[in-house]
């Protein structure tokens, strides 16, 4: 026997009465936060899971939800939804086809039409992407309508993936739309399944559309705003790396010059601007035919 034990005892003691002080600083607690319901307006809400958010409209006559995320954040939305409105969902409607927003699917398909851009469709079925395939597809503008209420979507063109839609709640006056802005923060890295200058024109039709509040599929809500100020940046970042290209530089040439200063303050700027840059120069390349 050593004294250890006669040392330990008040030592947790002391952890055991912070720990009842303080429950919500517990680990496992904080973990609650990673899944939520927040109201956004009237009847719409945003759903959040860890990093991703979608949102959903409730209607007398059931929910209209957009993407489910994955099947364990859609499986708890759902049971969420059954008990805190009592309403099935019937309709669920994707934003593109990309499986870190749009698995799952199957989970609200049980009593759920679902709905999705054409081009959509196809890259879930080439792509063997783990959800409910669309049973609704569009090519350029659709209206969903349940219970007196409707949601608006719009194709924006070939821009982030071939498939992109923006849903917008004309009531709420809200718009969701994913992974073409993050409010605050620069693009997503080397911008993937990309196409330029498609995204620039997204961006442009988006603006044309009439709402006042951003509920992005990543970050925080935002005013209208937001979609201009990235559109300026991607143009910027097109227009200074197609000059450079045609002016003979490298892509190490144009990550140093191409600094995009005016924007250093916003989010992950240090890391992604130059995978940006990199993005950019290879979509310019690949359709390009030098002199
Ligand atoms: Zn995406």
Do not use: C
């Amino acid at each position: 026997m050593t004294q250890r034990p006669f040392i330990a005892t008040p030592v947790l003691a002391a952890l055991v009465l912070i720990a009842l002080a303080f429950p919500f600083a517990l680990p496992n607690t904080a973990q609650a936060a990673d899944r939520e319901i927040t109201k956004i307006t009237g009847d719409l809400y945003r759903f959040k899971n860890k990093f991703h958010f979608s949102v959903f409209l409730v209607t007398p006559e059931g929910v209209i939800a957009t993407d489910p995320i994955n099947k364990d954040a859609a499986a708890w939305l759902k049971a969420e939804i059954a008990k805190r409105f009592g309403k099935e969902i019937r309709y669920v409607i994707y934003s593109h086809d990309h499986r870190d927003h749009i698995a799952g699917g199957e989970v609200f398909a049980e009593t759920a039409t679902v709905v999705a851009h054409q081009n959509a469709k196809a890259a879930i079925v080439g792509e063997k992407r783990p959800t409910a395939v669309p049973t609704v597809t569009f090519s350029d503008r659709m209206t969903v309508e349940l219970g007196g209420k409707r949601v608006e979507l719009t194709y924006v063109g070939p821009s982030h993936s071939n498939n992109m839609i923006v849903m917008n709640f004309p009531e709420e006056r809200v718009l969701f739309l994913v992974d073409l802005v993050s409010p605050g923060r620069v693009p997503y890295k080397n911008l993937s399944d990309s196409y330029f200058p498609g995204w620039i024109d997204a961006l442009k039709k988006v603006e044309a559309i009439d709402f006042d509040i951003l509920a992005p599929g990543h970050g925080p809500m935002a005013k209208k705003s937001e979609i201009t100020s990235q559109r300026q940046y991607l143009e910027e970042l097109y227009a200074a790396v197609l000059s450079g290209i045609q002016a003979g530089k490298t892509l190490d040439e144009l990550k140093a010059s191409v600094t995009m200063v005016k924007y250093k303050s916003w989010g992950m700027y240090k890391d992604w601007r130059p995978l940006n840059i990199e993005g950019v120069y290879s979509r310019i390349q690949a359709h390009r035919r030098g002199n």
